[in-house]
């Protein structure tokens, strides 16, 4: 030990001489000296740390299986505080990457080598999968629904592809992975009986992060958005600018505890869109269906979901929703999902319905987007709404997806109230509204310049949904391709009818945006970016 010690005592000493030969030595002198006394030092802390490094770091034999693509590494052990740890001789598959990483002590860096890339944090597109192009035959119109069982379904394929690749998947090891999007659009309005108008509009951007617990029980999403909207228009600011606005929130946050590996069990708790309709499509514009009844809410869900290609899947939730008929609010909402998916050769489909308590709190019924003046939802801005209502309003739901091969899909869903509104919360002519939508549509998917490339052409109709702001019926027609790898384009035409100019509709008891009567068509293109 006081070999060891002796370089630095050395040194300090040294410190402390150096002003006293300021006034005595010349400077080539003492920079002779010093320089002499310096290589002294580095020799012998030399000669230490090789010392150190043959008692606490023996050499490990090493083996490179060009075969398999993998390298097995015996690692030494790691002192753990407190106690003394047991070295261990069996060896660790890793995939081939960066050897030189630190082995002992804290680990801070984000590193893994249990891990693809050898890393904590990972991005890719659609939640950390490497497509070359936009997937599910370009489905752009994200839904959101069930978003956890798609979790659940990539952490069991990660797990699958770490085994095939001779990696171990014990448990130990949390890790983030990252998506997200980006999207702009350009757009042209001739709006019946009214002034035309045109935009370029940042639309969407978002950011995923993926949180694969140490436990593979535990698996959670939190989604960061931004508001492409006016302020005025959801009460955050009072400003009219779009880009004062801008601001970012979170969109989703829940955590999932499941494990698809072992069980078809899994529950759901947090903020989250829950199980009541689907809502996918092709087009650039939302279905009416999605308008109407997506429902966000902070809920607890229990499911299950059968392995394979045919098999059963359900869920039931329960939530605290928005709107209330006593005088407080509790949790009062809730629904049942279910559905059947099946695979048979060429043809796969998926079908299935659900049912919701309360219709009321759908996201279209909340925020109409009309400012105070005109019915702005039940929960719109400065009193332009009322989240107090009568009585719940149950809703049901019907949808099915048909697919031949990986050209031609078919979907259809139906959306509606079970119930009507009271006359006190929402009419269309003088009656209780009883809001219902359908949405059809049909796309063939190709390739061009070995470009996926689809054409879609979509039908939906509305009924008693004037208060909500939509139109009566809808038509129109999509092309989507995908140029670059993550990126997506779409081009879109848009004909809307809407409800006669001598309709009349209120929420509230306040009186709806007043209807054209006539027709708006719309050109709309889009650009996605995903990663």
Known sequence: ???????????????GVIPAYADSTTLSTRTHDLEIQMTKMQNELHAIKKEQKQHTHPTQPKHINHNTKTFTQVLPAVKD??????????????????????????????????????????????????????GMNLIINSPNINEDVSLLN????????????????????????????????ASYRH????????????????LDSFILSSSHWVTGLMSFAYDNDRGTDTGSFNNNSRVQNSRLFVNKAFVVL????V??????????????????????????????????????????????????????????????????SRVNNGGLNAGYRFVKGKFSGN?????????????????????????????????????????????????????????IDLLAEYVGAATAFNGSDMTYNSHGARPKAIHTEAAYTFAVLNRPTSVAVGYDHTR????????????????????????????????????????????????????????DNIVTAQFDMYF
Not at 6 to 15: Q, S, T, Y
Not at 258 to 261: I, V, Y
């Open 1 to 15: 030990m006081k070999q060891k010690l002796k370089p630095i005592a050395l040194f300090m000493c040294l410190l």
């Open 81 to 134: 505080t407190g106690a003394d740890a047991a070295s261990t001789n069996e060896p660790i598959n890793y995939i081939e990457g960066p050897q030189n990483l630190p082995t002992g002590g804290l680990h801070y860096i984000g590193t893994d080598a249990d891990a693809p890339g050898q890393s904590f944090v990972s991005t890719g597109p659609y939640i950390n999968s490497h497509i070359s192009y936009s």
């Open 154 to 185: 990539v952490r069991k394929n990660i797990r699958e592809r770490l085994r095939a690749l001779h990696v171990p998947v014990d448990e130990g090891h949390s890790h983030l992975l990252l998506s997200g999007i980006i999207e702009s659009q």
């Open 191 to 206: 709006i019946g009986g009214g002034p035309s108008s045109s935009d370029i509009d940042l639309t969407s951007a978002g």
């Open 258 to 261: 499941g494990d698809f590996e």
């Open 263 to 328: 069980s078809p069990l899994y529950s759901t708790f947090g903020q989250m869109y829950v199980p009541f309709g689907t809502y996918s499509s092709s087009m650039v514009s939302s279905p009416l269906t999605k308008t109407v009844a997506r429902i966000k809410g902070r809920a607890i869900l229990v499911g299950l979901q059968e392995p394979g290609d045919d098999s059963f899947y359900g869920s039931a939730f329960i939530m605290r929703g928005d709107t209330h008929a006593g005088s407080a």
């Open 351 to 407: 079908f299935g319905a659900s049912y919701i308590l309360n219709m009321a709190d759908a996201q279209g019924m909340q925020n109409t987007g009309n400012g105070p003046t005109y019915f702005g939802g039940f929960g719109g801005v400065n009193g332009s709404g009322n989240e107090r209502i009568i009585h719940r309003v149950p809703g049901a739901n019907v949808r099915g997806l048909f697919s031949i091969g990986t050209s």
């Open 464 to 519: 008693d949904a004037l208060a909500i702001g939509v139109p009566l019926s809808r038509m129109s027609m999509t092309l989507n391709t995908s140029i670059w790898r993550e990126t997506l384009q779409s081009l879109e035409f848009r004909h809307d009818i809407n409800y006669a100019a001598s309709s009349y509709a209120s929420g509230s008891t306040i009186q709806a945006y007043p209807p054209s009567g006539k027709s």
